[in-house]
């Protein structure tokens, strides 16, 4: 019989549950069923014995050391209450961590924004130089058009169109282009300006190539301003002749018209190569120096020009 069938043959219903599993109550079961009847009757009595010295050890470690237990009850009382506190702040914590873990993600699109700001102006620190001499082009390009300089106006010019090619969406390259269009717009006038005035063949070759750069008239229309502008100066020669003696004016009409009529078709055959195509087919080129309509040739518009004046 082993010691779970003993102890409960001894007590019957009364034996604890916890008995049956326990091993310090089956180790005493072996150690009663192996002693002696004379052992066996004074075990009540040893286990007495061992229990009133148990509580006098008891009594007297309580006596001596009551002030470490109610250090160790306080102890364990804050101790306690400082896991209650932690458990508290615990579930505070774990509320509030979806809210955190939402500021966090906001915290790293920020970053994100502000990495990419900060490489763009790194990037821009890089290229300082390179930009404030795009952003000086307009005030460059003033200054080369007031100083005559046109040829670098010119190259200036072409310089910001390409860049309106690949940055037309940007606003600032945007400004940029239409400031150097109103320069543009200054050259155009300051040339014109000088086809009105006394100049050379040079000259004129020189003005023609700039106004061709420019891109703003058809090639019919720049021989219409050529001509419109040199009649112009050719009137004005002719205005500033004196009046008061007839013959004397009319003489001095025949030869300004003999001298700078041939100076106007010398110019006009070195800049324009004509030839007995036209242009342009069908269109009406109007003759704005003799005031008719009519459909002209390349060689037409210079013709009507010329029979205006000698009829003149």
Known sequence: MDAG??????????LPERWKSSDDAASFMDELTSMGIDKLAREPERLQEEKAHILSETRDLAFHNYKTFIETAECSKEVFQDFQSVEGHLDGLL????????????????????????????LTLSRHTQLLEILEIPQLMDTCVRNNYYEEALELSAYVRQLKQKFSSISIVADIVAEVDACSQLMLQQLLQQLRGQIQLPACLKIIG???????????ELRLKFLQARDCWFQGQVNA??????????????????????????????????????????????????GAGTQQSVSGIFHSWLVTKVSW
């Open 210 to 220: 700039y106004l061709r750069r420019l891109e703003v008239f058809s090639e019919i």
């Open 5 to 14: 069938e003993i102890l409960s043959v001894v007590f019957g219903s009364l």
């Open 95 to 122: 509320d509030r961590l979806p809210a955190f873990g939402d500021a966090c993600k906001g915290l790293g699109d920020v970053a994100k924004d502000i990495n990419a700001r900060r490489r763009i102006n790194s």
């Open 241 to 290: 002749l004196p009046a008061e003696n007839a013959y004397q004016h009319i003489s001095k009409v025949i030869e300004v018209c003999r001298v700078y009529i041939f100076d106007v078709i010398t110019q006009y055959r070195a800049i324009f190569a004509d030839d007995s195509e036209p242009l342009m087919r069908g269109a009406a080129a109007a003759s704005a120096v003799a």
